[in-house]
């Protein structure tokens, strides 16, 4: 079984201009959720979805956002990046979103912002 | 409120010897507990997870975890660390309102050969 697949793996862009990434999760998971990486500010959730609805945000401002198509896939956008924005970007899915399940997680997506 | 602490930001052991990586933990509610190891340049694997069946937790590549109520623990061990266990591992609990995860800060874990 195919894990998790974020696109692209590495990721340059300019301050001011907007990104957006991709995860497809593992066949028949339905939950899929994404977090931000820095050596500051260590692991931090973004949000989650599931069939579609976002379930839960975290504290970040509405520049990220995100979506999930039908097909359980997920991207992830940035607006107006600021250079506090490069991070690794890491997306998990579960088969459910309930707390005793598993995420499995991609390799994630290095973002510089220049 | 929901929180993770890992007690030590880095941690030293020689090959062969055991290996502790300690967590404590907060939550208003019943937690599930889970422990993360991130190689350099990878994702996360799970290494073991509890969710209230037994509190001594076996996972893989020889780790296991305790946890213990009364102390608000989830330690991670080893018998016997090897080379290639040398990596980030995080702590991370989760319960059932909101059911996102919280990680700890992680322990970057060096292994001396």
């Known amino acids: 079984k195919a894990g998790v697949t974020q696109t692209p793996r590495y990721l340059i862009k300019t301050r001011g201009q907007q990104v957006t990434l991709s995860c497809s999760p593992i066949s028949g998971h339905r939950s899929v959720s994404w977090y931000q990486q820095t050596p500051g500010q260590g692991l931090q959730f973004l949000f989650e979805y599931f069939s579609e609805t976002q379930r839960n945000k975290g504290n970040f401002p509405g520049r990220f956002s995100g979506r999930q198509f039908s097909n359980s896939r997920s991207e992830m956008n940035v607006s107006t990046l600021e250079l506090g924005d490069s991070a690794l970007y890491l997306c998990a899915s579960r088969v459910e979103a309930i707390a005793n399940t598993e995420a499995f997680f991609g390799q994630g997506t290095r973002l510089t912002v220049v | 409120a929901q929180s993770v602490t890992q007690l030590d930001s880095h941690v030293s052991v020689s090959e062969g010897t055991p290996v502790l990586l300690r967590c404590n933990y907060s939550?208003?509610?019943?937690?599930?507990l889970f422990w993360y190891v991130q190689h350099p340049n990878k994702g996360l694997q799970l290494l073991l997870k509890?969710?209230?069946?037994?509190?001594l937790v076996k996972g893989i590549n020889g780790f296991e975890a305790e946890f213990k109520k009364s102390e608000t623990s989830f330690h991670l061990t080893k018998p016997s660390a090897h080379m290639s266990d040398a990596a980030e591992y995080f702590c991370v609990v989760s319960v059932n309102t909101g059911n996102q995860f919280y990680f700890g800060t992680g322990t970057s874990l060096t292994v001396i050969p």
């Open positions: 939550s208003s509610y019943s937690p599930s």
């Open positions: 509890y969710t209230s069946a037994a509190t």
